[in-house]
């Protein structure tokens, strides 16, 4: 063979020997077709898509909403606004076994993988495309820890609607975002990330939340199981709520346990232990509502009103207001206690229902019985039951309590007389449970636990009906939810803080805070007003003359004529403007008002009228007086909160200062925002006193009344307490000093007084005044034992001094005669009082500037 022939052999045969290359040879032209395909198709999708893609700040800048907290001055949480409920915490506070149970349940190649499971997407994408062509099928997730994260960003960015769209684009977007996560940021990084956004369930966003609104706990000090329960809830929260769902939240606790063990993150002892845990999960605290409702919404409307909504749901500021969270129960528990005895005093307004058929009463009590689920009834308690008989010749109720039977005395319900407000309470005691009740009544009843639990009013204590009070089985005595309303508002003057107020009896069904809004009329409350215009501003004294006589004022204008008269219908003639005040006579106030008005308009009373209400602005008053008369007599309404400052500013000796709710607000950071921190506050710390008080020292208030004036004020309203309307204050134990009101017919009752530590305004009244408190529902009878119920509490076991002047005050005392003013003679008959000096009586001759201002009158 030649050598020719032999090299074609060679090459004929070549391709035989080496065959078996060129399945790789293939292989390898596919993948490198495929990936340059795979980058193009990249690379489009980049440029399709990437397009708006939010940049993410640096992990040390990252700033998601995070909740705001509201605190009492004693750091009790009082609280919480905001979007979305998130509390961030570093990823080293973070535990590690936590961090596992999320790995394990949700991506388990976290640390292998480059941010995005490209078969998962892929499948996702292919039943996404299925499901639009087709409309069969389901939209499928195929997200690592890292896309989750992207999706969070996205949604913060673009809004939850398009940032959680079923859509191809969505995914390829969400892909991107997570692709340069992973480029730029540690695996670490990215579980922060991800641990303080991911949704929860149960308001919780991140895993500091879950801990506090499942376990109520640190995520520091959460059990194996629990982190398993909260790991697997990314998922599906709603499915997987231990609260909807207690079984399903078990099964996938196991689930999430089992993938540890598997995984070698827990050993199988860890595992089974983790197992055997009950499910047992902590409704979300409503802090807002169970506390301190009508003070905290005060709170967030100023917030809201200085620096905007957004700010307050999602910049995570910390409130720290000027609440006593001892004083604020104080207050809550007296409005609560007063508002009932002042209702029961007004009558029994009838059942809740009547149910006439058998089956209907049948029906209730089963109802009955499923909500009691076996339980005793317990004194204290609230309960709805049903009246289904009497004895004892009708002095005993017989109440049907989920199946129970629980006795009903008529000393339990003497107060459940019809309405009828002409009638006084004591006259009107019944001695029966019927008429009033009826059998098929549905009633309101509270258990007690023997029979000194059955009244609360020693009126209504009857020593027969005692008698007739059931020995054997429950007992209880009728309640009503009540109509009227109460404010109560308690100012630390000194401090400049708002201690405790409450807007009314119930927020929930009524969020009007008639504490900060209700203008009402101050009705007698208003009459220190009047009296410190006059000794301020025309020179009178506590001993200056007045005539307590008939009076009328026609007016033409409006063809009326206005005849005021004492609440007791009676005339004194000559008196002191001290026993005027101290006994609450309207005719020396009116008489009063009208000379102050003609002194300060030089005659013309229009003038007159217009400054007392800028003297009234002056003090602290933000609303008009009316201007006629009747604004002597408190006709001109006011806001409770406002009257108490007033007070507070004659409590500091004529110096108006502003009020303080909020007294520190904090960024996310701990910077300050604002600080009205007094120097002395026991709850702040030195830092803060020492900042704020230095800066209170610039800021020394107005003196809109001098001291002197307001020295003589304060001892006028001392003597209310002391020997006036308001007498019954003087339970209190410590110096009080302040005024009654009480409007016509007591649409309005009121009573504002302060020791010299603590200033307080108790009102009471019907929103709408369908009808009148009572035509003896004075202040001093339905206001006062609101006030007194909660000063006793909120001074307990603090001492006050007695008001006496300060040696600056240029103020001298004398004992005068009570009827003609002069020097006394003696004691019998004679009262001491405080003068300016050189306004003391010097003999016996009457105070020079006494004047009878019923020479401007109709006298009829």
């Known amino acids: 063979m030649s050598e020719t022939s032999e090299s074609r052999l060679m090459l004929v045969d070549l391709p035989e020997k080496r065959w078996w290359k060129v399945p790789f040879k293939l292989a390898g032209f596919l993948a490198l077709t495929g990936l340059t ?3 193009f198709a990249y690379g489009v999708a980049w440029l399709k898509y990437s397009d708006g893609l939010p940049n993410f700040p640096k992990v040390e800048e990252y700033r998601p909403p995070i909740l705001t907290e509201v605190y009492t001055g004693d750091a009790v949480l009082a609280g919480e606004f905001y979007n979305e409920r998130r509390k961030v915490v570093p990823y080293e506070r973070i535990p590690k076994r936590l961090v596992q149970a999320f790995i394990a349940a949700e991506d388990a190649d976290f640390f292998d993988h480059f941010g995005v499971d490209v078969l998962g997407t892929g499948r996702a994408a292919t039943k996404t495309i299925a499901k639009k062509l087709t409309g069969k099928g389901k939209v499928q997730g195929g997200s690592t820890l890292t896309q989750q994260t992207a999706k969070a960003v996205l949604i913060s960015a673009e809004g939850y609607k398009d940032a959680t769209a079923k859509t191809i684009k969505r995914k390829i977007r969400e892909a991107l975002l997570a692709r340069r996560l992973e480029s730029e940021l540690t695996k670490e990084e990215i579980l922060y990330l991800y641990l303080n956004n991911v949704y929860l369930g149960h308001h919780s966003y991140g895993v500091q939340s879950a801990a506090e609104n499942y376990f109520r706990k640190d995520v520091k000090d959460l059990s194996l199981a629990e982190m398993a329960l909260i790991a697997g809830l990314p998922q599906a929260p709603s499915s997987f709520s231990p609260f909807r769902n207690p079984e399903a939240a078990r099964k996938r606790r196991q689930y999430v346990l089992g993938q540890m063990r598997d995984k070698g993150m827990i050993t199988r002892a860890e595992h089974d232990e983790a197992s055997q845990a009950e499910v047992s999960v902590y409704p979300v605290e409503d802090v807002f509502h169970e506390f301190s409702p009508y003070f905290t919404e005060e709170v967030r409307r100023d917030v809201v009103a200085r620096y905007g909504n957004p700010a307050l749901l999602n910049d995570g500021l910390k409130i720290f207001t000027t609440m006593d969270s001892e004083k604020q129960r104080a207050a809550q528990e007296a409005v609560l206690w007063g508002l009932l005895a002042v209702d029961k005093r007004q009558g029994f307004r009838g059942p809740v229902m009547h149910l006439e058929s058998k089956k209907e009463q049948e029906a209730f009590v089963d109802r009955s019985r499923s909500a009691m689920s076996g339980d005793e009834v317990t004194p204290g308690k609230y309960y709805v039951g049903l009246v289904t008989g009497f004895s004892a010749n009708r002095l005993v109720a017989d109440i049907n309590i989920g199946g129970k039977t629980a006795k009903l005395p008529a000393l339990g319900m003497r107060w459940a007389r019809d309405v009828n407000a002409e009638r006084y309470y004591p006259s009107v005691l019944i001695n029966a449970v019927s008429p009033p009740l009826k059998v098929g009544d549905v009633v309101v009843v509270r258990a007690v636990k023997d029979v000194k639990g059955l009244v609360d009013d020693k009126e209504a204590w009857s020593e027969s009906l005692a008698k007739e009070v059931p020995t054997a089985g429950s007992l209880v005595r009728l309640e009503q939810e009540p109509e009227p309303q109460a404010a109560i508002v308690s100012i630390d003057p000194h401090r400049q803080y708002l201690l405790a107020m409450v807007g009314g009896y119930d927020f929930d069904a009524n969020e009007y805070n008639r504490a900060f809004q209700a203008c009402r009329q101050p009705g007698s409350s208003f009459k220190p007003i009047v009296y410190a215009g006059a000794i301020e501003k025309m020179g009178w004294t506590e001993g200056t003359i007045l005539l307590d006589s008939p009076i009328v004022y026609d007016d033409p204008e409006n063809q009326n004529r206005w005849k005021p008269a004492n609440y007791d219908e009676n005339f004194q003639g000559e008196v002191l403007l001290r026993t005027a005040l101290v006994n609450s006579m309207n005719i020396p106030a009116v008489k009063t008002f009208i000379e102050l008005a003609r002194y300060l308009g030089n005659k013309n009373e229009v003038i007159g009228i217009q400054k007392i209400g800028e003297f009234a602005k002056t003090l602290g008053f933000s609303t008009p007086i009316n201007p006629d008369y009747s604004a002597a007599l408190g006709s001109s309404c006011v806001y409770p909160y406002e009257l108490a400052q007033v007070y507070a500013t004659v409590n500091r000796l004529g110096v108006k200062k502003p009020t303080h709710f909020v007294r520190k607000i904090e960024d996310r950071f701990g910077r300050m925002v604002e600080d009205h921190t007094a120097f002395d506050d026991p709850w702040a710390s030195l830092q803060d006193r020492v900042a704020s008080g230095y800066a209170r020292l610039w800021d020394p208030g ?48 009121w009573f504002t007084a302060f020791t010299r530590d603590l200033v307080t305004s108790a009102w009471v009244g019907y929103d709408l005044n369908p009808h009148p408190l009572g035509k003896y529902e004075t202040g001093g009878r339905a206001a006062l034992p609101i006030w007194l119920a909660y000063m006793t509490k909120a001074l307990e076991g603090r001492e006050q001094p007695e008001f006496a002047p300060p040696p600056s005050l240029d103020v001298v005392q004398k004992r005068v005669d009570k009827k003609t003013g002069r020097l006394a003679s003696s004691l019998k008959n004679s009262v001491q009082l405080w003068f300016k000096r050189g306004s003391e009586p010097e003999d016996s001759e009457p105070e020079k500037g006494s004047v009878d201002a019923n020479q401007y009158l109709q006298v009829p």
Do not use: H, Y
Not at 731 to 746: E, V
């Open 702 to 749: 107005e003196q809109v009344l001098s001291p002197e004036s307001a020295f003589l004020v304060t001892d006028l309203m001392r003597g209310v307490v002391r020997e006036g309307t308001g007498a019954p204050a003087s339970r209190l134990g410590k110096p009080a000093a302040g005024k009654t009101g009480t409007t016509n017919d007591s649409f309005d009752a």
């Open 37 to 39: 395909g795979g980058l």
